[in-house]
C-alpha cells in the first residue's frame, strides 16, 4: 500500500494529466454516440423495417473485440485518439439506440391515439408524450454507454491515444502493480463520477411522475427552483467546449512537428526518447513523442501512413514481418537487405545500426533448468511435452518466432502453449503457470527474476539489431535529422541496453529519465534540465 501511495505521489501530474485526457476523449465520443444513436432510435420507431437490420447491425459491432476492431480502422485513419473515439462510438450506440427503439415502442397504442384526438401532430407527440415516457429508459441506455466509455477508452493507449490506458499498459509491461493501480483506480473512480453525473441529468429532465431507471419517482418540488443563472451556464458551457474542442483540436489539427514513435515496451519507451531529446538538442525543430504504440504492424503502419516520422526497429524484424523475406543469420547480410528493400516498399530510411542485438531468446527459471537438466534449446525440446510455453502473443503467430521454432527444433511439442502479453508472461512463468517465455537477449527483467537463458544451439533467431527508421519525406525536408540520429551509430552495446532496461523495469526510474542521463554520459546532448513543453497530455506523458 505503501509504494502505491508513493507512486502516487510522486507522479501526481502525470496521473492528473492523463486522467483529464481520458476525460475529455470519454465526453466527446460519448456525446457524439447520443447525438447519433437517439435519432436512429427514433428513426426504427416511425419505420419500423429497418429495426431489425439497423439493431442487429449495432449487434454485431459490440461483439467484435475492441482490439479487433483498432486494428481494422488503424490502416484507413491512422493512430491516435480519432480511432479511439471512433471505436468506443460504435460501441456505445447499441445500448443507446436499443434503448431508444425499446422505450418508444413501448409507449400503449391508446395512448398515442388520444393525443392525436386532442389535435397533436406527430412532431408534439413524439415531444410531449413519446420522449417523456420514454426518457427513463432511454437515459439508462445513455447511462450503460457512459460507463462502458470508461473502460474502454483505456484500451486506445494501444494505438497512442493516451488517457489512463497508459499507465495500465505500462504497469502490466513492466510488472508494475502500482503503475497498474495508478491507472486503474482513476478510471474506476471516473465510471462512477460519470454514472452520478448522467444519474443526475436523468432526474433533472425527467418529466414528474414518471418512475425512473433506479425505480425514484420524481415529484413536483413545492417551491420552484430558481433559473440556473446566467454565470452558471456559461461556466458549464465554458467546461463541456474545454473538454470536447481540446480533444477535437488535439485529433484533428495537425503542425509542422517532428512525431517520434515506438513500440509499447520499455526498451523500445528508452529508445524513442532517445530520438527524440537528440533532435531536441541538436536542433530547431519541435518534437513529439507518440510513444507507447501497439506491436510492429502499428508502429510500422503508422510510419507509412505518416502518422509517425521516425521510430526504433530491428533488422530482423524487418526481414521476417515486414518483408516476409526467409530467416538469415548473417547479421551484415540482413542489415543490407532491409537497408535495401524496406526504402523500396515503404519509402522509409533505415539508418546506421545502433550497436546491440536485442534478438529473441527462450528462458525458465533456474529451478526448471536444473530439475529437467537443460542448456540448450534442442534439450529444452526434448522434453517440451511436459512443459507449458507462455509466449507474448505475436511471438506465438511469427515465422522468426514459434511458428518458425518448431520446424527448426522438430522434437518441439508443447503440452500447452498459452499466449500472454508483456510482462505478464514473467507473472506467469514466476507463478509456476508456464515453464518457458520468450524474451529478448536485452530484457532487463531476466535480471530481476533471476532467469536462465537457454542457448539457440542451431541458431535458429536471426540478428535484431536496433536501427533508427525514418520517412524520406521527413529526410527531405530536414535532412540534418540524418547525421543527428546516426549519433546512436554502434553507441550501445547488449550489456549496456540491459542496464538501461533494468534500471526502468527495475529501479523504477522514468524511461525519458533513463535515455537523457545515457545522452548525457555519452556526450550526445548538453547536460542542462530539459525545459517543459506546453504539449497535450497524450503528447507528453506517452513517453513515461
Known sequence: MNGFLNYVQNNTGQIFDLLLEHLQLTVLA???????????????????????????????????????????????????????IIMVVLYSLLPIVKNTYTGLSSIPGDMLEAAKGIGLTDRQILGKVQIPLALPIMMAGIRISAVTAVGLMTISAFIGAGGLGYLVFSGIQTVDNNQILAGAIPAGILALAIDFIVSRIEYSVAPNGIPLADGRVKSRARKRRKAMSAGKKIAIAAIVFLLIGGTVAYSFLKTDKIVIGSKNFTEQLILGNMLADLIEDKTDLEVERQLNLGGTKVAYGALETGEIDAYVEY?????????????????????????????????????????????????????????YDLKTVSDMAAVSNRLILGSTIEFANREDGYLGLKKKYPDMKFKDVQPVDGGLRYTALTNGKTNVIDSFSTDGLLKKFNLTVLEDDKEFFPPYYAVPLVRQETLEEHPELKEVLNLLKDKITDKKMQELNFKADVEKERPEDVAREFLIEEGLIKSKKREPRRESASALYHAR
Do not use: C, H, W
Open 315 to 371: 533488422t530482423g524484424t524487418l526481414l521476417i514481418d515486414v518483408l516476409k523475406q526467409k530467416l538469415e543469420t548473417d547479421p551484415e547480410a540482413v542489415y543490407k537487405k532491409v537497408g535495401k528493400m524496406i526504402p523500396e516498399k515503404s519509402q522509409v530510411d533505415v539508418l546506421d545500426p545502433i550497436g546491440f542485438n536485442n534478438t529473441y531468446a527462450l528462458a525458465m527459471t533456474k529451478e526448471d533448468i536444473k530439475k
Open 30 to 84: 460519448v456525446v457524439i454516440a447520443v447525438v447519433l444513436g437517439i435519432p436512429i432510435g427514433i428513426l426504427i420507431t416511425r419505420y419500423q423495417r429497418f429495426a431489425k437490420p439497423v439493431l442487429a447491425l449495432t449487434s454485431v459491432v459490440q461483439a467484435v473485440p475492441s482490439l479487433a476492431l483498432l486494428g481494422f480502422l488503424i490502416p484507413f485513419i491512422g493512430i491516435g485518439s480519432t480511432p479511439a
